[in-house]
């Protein structure tokens, strides 16, 4: 629910922190006061397009802030995380305009774009009134509502599934297609491509190994040389090695009668032999090393040289080479396998469509059906909204040549607000009362099936007085049942069925140098008040004081 709104410097409203209730929350208040102001800043937290007109005079910016709570698995939420936006229950939606043009928005104190705040929004709250934007007249959403309502959404999101198994089997059986006609088209060129690649048979990582392998090759007598010259210097040229162990044996047949004085030259002679025979066998291992054949050489140089030059050929790299060899097969096998591919592609694409279009035809069933019932329900509201001889239908036009991910069906609802005119879409309804109306029927009917948590009706009862605006009153009470409600009405009516009462009023600041908006909670002697000035006018009469007396104890 929408818990607080707090305004800052936003046209004639200075100062506004406004606590909200649960229910259904009336807005009242003479032409003028500023009801629409209160709406226009609401609609700028929600991401309505910024205007530097709407700064108070005198200000360098203005704000307005929007807190709400809601429960732990709702879609805003959940599309938050997506966008790395911390929010655990509550979100506070923060939109600062400045007077020089720009604005910028925030979530629970993180900046996010205009396109992100508007997607929250739009999970948050639903806008309901004559002129403004409204989801239900948004034929792209008459199916999901018209789904919600015959509980088909489980049913739909498996069509969904269906649907893409369908199109993974059609991107296969085309992508097949493809290299058919391209490997029959260049029939002789695959095949002397793959042969050639099958013949020269290039390996991962094969250019970097033979590259350094023939650098060592060309370097060998250098390094053969280094490592003479080591064998020189370790054995020395009166063979250090046969001297070493010649003054070892002289040292331990002495060493038992040394008293343990020569134990440690021996020790260190021993050692230096060990590894003066480790340093000779590491000289002999690495000449091994370098020693090579100029045939393997010249091997090597022929092999990478034809590496390299395929790889110029078809336009890739050594590496590549295996890839492309793979590729050439491919498309060769497209044509050589008799078909198989090809009559496996087509099976599978054959039962996945037969799978989809069974799954659609029985969806689309079930949504004329649901149709059937949700025309009937929003029927039954008319009379009592002075629409009893208004029509409403859901089409469901299926096209099954135009399949997709959410079926074969065009939703759409159509209405006649008088006899003899023919249906028409919701937006081309003449009168913006009767098509408000139209909308309350509608949310009356679908609020329980993935509505917003908060609704705004913007004087859905203009033209309307009486029963009618009776009607709508305990509508809107009905809906705040389950619900948060804000309704702004001149309608007492329509008032009295408030649980939270808001009186916006227009007077002058304290120093008396211009106008400002205020916004009062309304206790039940002030409300009586209202509501018997809603009902005479001007001149607020004892007997208007009754009859607003009476309209609150008829709700109690």
Not at 256 to 263: C, H, K, P
Not at 440 to 445: G, M, N, P, S, T
Request: net charge negative; proline share 2%; hydrophobic share 45%.
């Amino acid at each position: 629910m929408l818990n607080a709104l707090s305004i800052r410097d936003i046209v004639l409203i200075e100062k506004l922190d406004l606590a909200l209730e649960n229910g259904l929350t009336i807005l009242t208040g003479e032409t003028g006061a500023g009801k629409s102001i209160l709406l226009d800043s609401l609609g700028l937290a929600l991401g309505a397009r910024g205007d530097s007109s709407l700064v108070r005079a005198g200000q360098a910016k203005g704000s307005v802030a929007a807190s709400f709570s809601l429960p732990k698995a709702h879609a805003a939420l959940q599309l938050l995380a997506a966008h790395e936006v911390d929010a655990e229950g509550e979100i506070v939606i923060r939109r600062i305009q400045n007077a020089d043009g720009p604005s910028r928005a925030t979530i629970n104190d993180q900046p996010v774009s205009l396109n992100l705040l508007r997607q929250v929004a739009a999970l948050l709250v639903e806008l309901h009134g004559q002129h403004a934007d409204r989801a239900l007249v948004d034929v792209a959403e008459h199916r999901r509502l018209l789904d919600a309502f015959g509980g088909l959404d489980e049913q739909a999101e498996k069509l969904g599934a269906v649907w893409k198994t369908l199109s993974a089997a059609s991107e296969s059986l085309n992508h097949h297609k493809g290299l058919m006609a391209k490997a029959e088209a260049e029939r002789e060129y695959l095949e002397h491509a793959a042969a050639e690649l099958s013949a020269l048979s290039p390996e991962a990582n094969e250019e970097a190994l033979l590259a350094e392998k023939r650098q060592v090759m060309m370097q060998s007598e250098q390094y053969a040389s280094a490592l003479d010259d080591a064998e020189t210097a370790l054995s020395g040229e009166m063979n250090a090695d046969a001297r070493l162990n010649a003054a070892l044996r002289k040292l331990e047949r002495r060493k038992e009668g040394a008293g343990g004085r020569l134990d440690a030259v021996c020790t260190a002679l021993e050692r230096v032999l060990l590894e003066q025979n480790e340093a000779h066998r590491a000289l002999d291992e690495a000449r091994r090393r370098f020693e090579f054949d100029p045939k393997e050489l010249e091997q090597s140089e022929e092999r990478l040289f034809a590496l390299r030059a395929a790889a110029r050929k078809y336009k890739c790299t050594v590496d590549q080479l295996a890839e492309k060899r793979a590729g050439f097969e491919a498309e060769l096998t497209s044509i050589t396998d008799g078909g198989a591919t090809l009559k496996k592609l087509e099976a599978a694409y054959a039962e996945a469509k037969a799978v989809y279009e069974k799954a659609a035809d029985a969806l689309s069933a079930a949504r004329r059906k649901a149709a059937k019932g949700l025309d009937k329900a929003v029927l039954a509201e008319l009379p009592a909204l002075k629409l009893d001889k208004a029509r409403f239908e859901t089409q469901v036009l299926s096209d099954a040549s135009k399949p997709g991910a959410d079926g074969i069906d065009r939703v759409e609802f159509v209405v006649a607000a008088n006899p003899g005119t023919p249906l028409q879409p919701l937006m081309k309804v003449a009168s913006g009362g009767e098509l408000a109306r139209f909308m309350l029927a509608l949310k009356v009917i679908l609020a329980a099936k993935g509505s917003a948590p908060v609704l705004i009706f913007d004087e859905i009862d203009t033209g309307v007085g009486g029963a009618v605006a009776d009607a709508i009153g305990q509508r809107l009470s009905r809906l705040a049942g389950g619900l948060q409600v804000l309704a702004v009405t001149h309608s007492p009516q329509v008032a009295a069925n408030a649980a939270q009462h808001l009186l916006i009023s227009k007077m002058e600041d304290v120093g008396g140098k211009r106008m400002v908006t205020r916004v009062q909670p309304l206790s039940s002697s002030s409300r009586r008040e209202e509501l018997a000035r809603m009902l005479s006018g001007a001149s607020v009469t004892d007997a208007a004081r009754a009859q607003a007396e009476e309209l609150l104890a008829g709700r109690g």
